[in-house]
């Protein structure tokens, strides 16, 4: 099959997929089943119970171990599985983790509501800059994890830098790298030891599966990740991991695409009386640019802006909104819009929002591949019919 010299994409629709050996089918057959059959007593095919290994899985797994560059990866079933069967993986009572302070609430609520518990603690810091994550290192801690860029406002985290720090401490790299994935932002050629994937967004990338997905160049670690996954149960279902090798063909041709209308969109955005800042790593406005033309082959498909209007201009606008659907998730094919302050960090203190740069008027918009234009027109007609522009508000005032 297919090898490492081949062009990304072909690699994506190719790689790893071994031809099916009992019809020949163009497709990797759905092995729906939870169960094998042995041939005789301690004698089977590789397979015995779904929950451990199943080949469908193992199809998927090989499939984005080719992507990552990397031996096979391990897959979950959804991107919290990943995360929460990495910390288990590596942890134990006692141990700490220094963490991005701008990070997947799911992973922060990990930590406050479950780890916590278990006695394994947690450092939140802004690893925007490396010797805020050497200040938080302890003796204990056994793992650095960052996301970036973050989520919701695409604060990037110098990825080399963080791998040095993570070297000389000989603590573990992770890299939640979901919003970028290999093919943009390569983790293990940055020095990272982990890249973890929540598939549920490019890599599927058609908005009908949920998974996750750890990759390593460390055979002791996979087989620990194999170990936790089969014990907690937390392994990816066949038809979702059938479902994700075939979304997964497109993600370079579906990449260029996001990149492309993501860069025509931030760049009108920038430019439009209603926006008061534009968080792109495209733009040559962005605070981080240098650290994205570095680390990063393109800026990827997510923009965060804020919008000059306050809260409740900024919840109508979201509401006027007809063709960019209100969805939290990212990377599909449809453009999502979410308003992080008053929904995926609703439950954050107010001053912890703001500090962390998420404001009551910040928008994240998933730009999805309809044509660039559409989504343009329909971000304005909601921003007019929310009275955002400033011109269409004193026109208003005049009125009254
Ligand atoms: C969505 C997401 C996750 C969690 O993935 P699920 O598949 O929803 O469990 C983790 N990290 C990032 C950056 C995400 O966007």
Request: charged fraction near 20%; hydrophobic fraction near 40%; include cysteine.
């Amino acid at each position: 099959m297919p090898s490492e010299d081949l062009d990304i994409s072909t690699l994506a629709i190719r790689g790893g997929r071994s031809l099916d050996s009992h019809a020949s089918s163009i497709l990797f057959p759905l092995y729906q089943t939870s169960t094998f059959v042995h041939d005789a007593v301690g004698v089977d095919k590789g397979f015995s119970y779904s929950r451990v290994s199943n080949p469908t899985v193992d199809a998927l797994e090989k499939a984005i171990g080719v992507l990552e560059g990397t031996p096979p990866a391990v897959c979950f079933r959804t991107g919290m599985a990943a995360v929460t069967t990495l910390f288990l993986s590596v942890l134990r009572a006692g141990d700490h983790a220094v963490l991005s302070e701008v990070i997947y609430g799911g992973t922060m609520r990990l930590f406050r509501e479950i780890l916590d518990h278990l006695g394994i603690t947690a450092s939140f810091v802004d690893t925007s800059d490396a010797a805020n994550v050497e200040r938080a290192i302890r003796p204990e801690t056994k793992i650095i994890f960052i996301e970036t860029p973050g989520n919701p406002t695409l604060k990037l985290t110098d990825i080399a830098a963080v791998a040095e720090v993570a070297k000389r401490h000989s603590i573990l790299l992770a890299v939640d790298n979901t919003f970028l994935t290999s093919l943009l932002q390569n983790v293990f050629e940055l020095g990272a030891d982990i890249s973890l994937l929540s598939t549920t967004k490019y890599i599927d990338g058609h908005n009908a599966t949920l998974g996750g997905s750890l990759a390593t160049h460390d055979e002791k670690l996979l087989e620990r990740f194999r170990l936790i996954r089969k014990t907690i149960g937390t392994t990816q279902a066949p038809f979702e991991a059938w479902l994700t090798l075939q979304g997964m063909k497109t993600l370079p041709a579906r990449l260029k695409l996001h990149c492309e209308n993501a860069q025509i969109i931030a760049e009108w955005l920038e430019a439009h009386p209603a926006v008061a800042r534009v968080y792109f790593p495209g733009l040559d406005s962005c605070e981080q640019k240098a650290l994205a033309d570095k680390q990063q082959n393109a800026p990827g498909g997510m923009i965060a802006f804020e919008l000059k209007a306050g809260f409740d201009a900024t919840i109508r606008a979201l509401n006027h909104v007809k063709l960019c659907s209100r969805a939290e998730s990212l990377g599909g094919l449809e453009t999502l819009i979410t308003h992080p302050s008053s929904t995926t960090h609703a439950d954050v203190e107010p001053q912890v929002r703001r500090a962390l740069g998420i404001s009551d008027g910040l928008v994240r918009l998933s730009v999805g591949l309809e044509a660039a234009q559409d989504i343009i027109a329909d971000l304005e007609q909601a921003f007019e019919a929310a009275g955002c522009c400033p011109a269409s508000e004193e026109v208003r005032n005049e009125v009254r």
